[in-house]
C-alpha cells in the first residue's frame, strides 16, 4: 500500500531557525536587555591588571598605567605615546576605540597624531581590553570615565597644551558627550558618531517585536543605570562650545550617514562635517591612508595650538 496523504508544507531550514528564533526573543526582553547594556568584558574572569593579554606598551607606547573611575567603581587601562618632537607636546589627545574594541586598535592613529607633535592617551573604555566594568551606557558614564582620566593624567603632569579628542565610532559619540561635559575639552574629532541611542539599539534585535523591543529598552536602561531617552549626542552636541570635526562614509550601514548630518544640525558651536563617498563603516575607521589623521592633525593645529606655536 502506497501512502500519498498530504503533508503540512515546511519551513526552509533557514527560515524555521529564524521563526524559532523570534518566537524565543518574543517573549525575552530580559536576556535582550542583558545584551544590549553587557560590556564585553563583564563576564571575563581574566579582566585585571594581571590579565594575560600583551599590555599594549609592548607594542608601541611609552607608558602605561591604570586609572580607577566611578561611580560605578572600574578600573581603566591608559597607555601614552609621547610626542615624536620632544618632551614637550603641542596639545595633549584622548584617542578612543569603538564598541567591543580595545585602544591597541587605535594604536596607528596614536602614532600619527604624536608624529605631528601631539601626546596621544589612548584608553580602554569600561568593559574593554584591559578595563573592568559591565555595563555599556552609550556614551554618557563613558565620558565621567573619561573626564577622571583627564584629572589623572594631568596629576601625572602628562597634560601638555589644550586637550582634544579622537573617537571613532562608539568612541566618536562618547567623546562628543565628554566635550558637553568637560570644556577642558577644546577640540574633538569623531569618526562615524551615532547621534541617538534607539537606533543603535535596534542592531541586537532586528527581528524583535516592537512590544519586546521597548520593554528590553527600557530595562536595559534601569540595569545599566542609564536613560536611553535623554543619552542622545545629539543633544549633547548642543552644549559643547568645543569645535567638533565630524567625518563620515556615505555608505555606512552600521551607523549611517544621517547620524553626522544631525549631528552636525544639533551642534552650536563650531562644527564640521567631511564626507566620504562610497565608504563604509570599517573601511573609514581603520584609516589605511591616513587620511582621517591628516584631517585631525589640521582640525587640532587650528582649534588647539595658538599662532606661532605650531
Not at 618632551?87 to 578612543?96: D, S
Not at 574633538?188 to 551615532?194: Q, R
Amino acid at each position: 500500500m502506497t501512502h500519498a496523504a498530504a503533508r503540512t508544507p515546511s519551513l526552509p531550514s533557514g527560515k524555521l531557525l529564524a521563526a524559532l528564533t523570534l518566537l524565543l526573543l518574543s517573549a525575552c526582553d530580559r536576556p535582550l536587555s542583558t545584551l544590549m547594556v553587557s560590556t564585553p568584558n563583564r563576564f571575563n574572569p581574566l579582566v585585571c591588571e594581571s590579565n594575560p593579554l600583551p599590555p599594549i606598551e609592548a607594542v608601541g607606547t611609552d607608558r602605561q598605567f591604570m586609572v580607577p573611575v566611578g561611580p560605578p567603581k572600574a578600573t581603566l587601562s591608559v597607555s601614552v605615546v609621547e610626542p615624536s618632537s620632544g618632551p614637550h607636546a603641542k596639545g595633549t589627545v584622548l584617542v578612543v576605540h569603538g564598541i567591543y574594541g580595545r585602544s591597541i586598535t587605535m594604536l596607528h592613529t596614536a602614532h600619527r597624531l604624536a608624529g605631528a607633535g601631539y601626546r596621544a592617551v589612548l584608553v580602554d573604555l569600561r568593559g574593554h581590553g584591559r578595563s573592568t566594568g559591565d555595563y555599556l551606557t552609550y556614551g554618557t558614564q563613558e565620558a565621567r570615565d573619561l573626564s577622571q582620566v583627564i584629572d589623572a593624567v594631568q596629576a601625572r603632569g602628562l597634560v601638555d597644551g589644550p586637550i582634544g579628542v579622537y573617537g571613532i565610532s562608539y568612541g566618536a559619540t562618547t567623546s562628543i558627550h565628554l566635550a558637553a561635559l568637560d570644556w577642558r575639552v577644546r577640540a574633538v574629532v569623531a569618526v562615524e558618531p551615532f547621534a541617538a541611542v534607539r537606533p543603535e539599539l535596534t542592531h541586537f534585535g532586528p527581528m524583535i517585536p516592537d512590544e519586546t523591543f521597548e520593554k528590553a529598552v527600557w530595562r536595559a536602561g534601569c540595569e545599566a543605570g542609564f536613560d536611553p531617552e535623554f543619552s542622545d549626542a545629539a543633544d549633547a552636541i548642543a552644549r559643547t562650545p568645543a569645535a567638533v570635526l565630524l567625518m563620515h562614509g556615505t555608505d555606512d550601514w552600521i551607523v549611517p550617514y544621517w547620524n553626522s548630518v544631525l549631528l552636525r544640525r544639533q551642534a552650536t558651536g563650531h562644527c564640521e562635517l567631511v564626507a566620504f563617498p562610497q565608504r563604509g563603516h570599517q573601511s573609514l575607521w581603520l584609516d589605511y591612508d591616513g587620511e582621517l589623521a591628516f584631517r585631525a592633525v589640521e582640525w587640532f593645529d587650528r582649534w588647539l595650538v595658538a599662532p606661532g606655536d605650531s
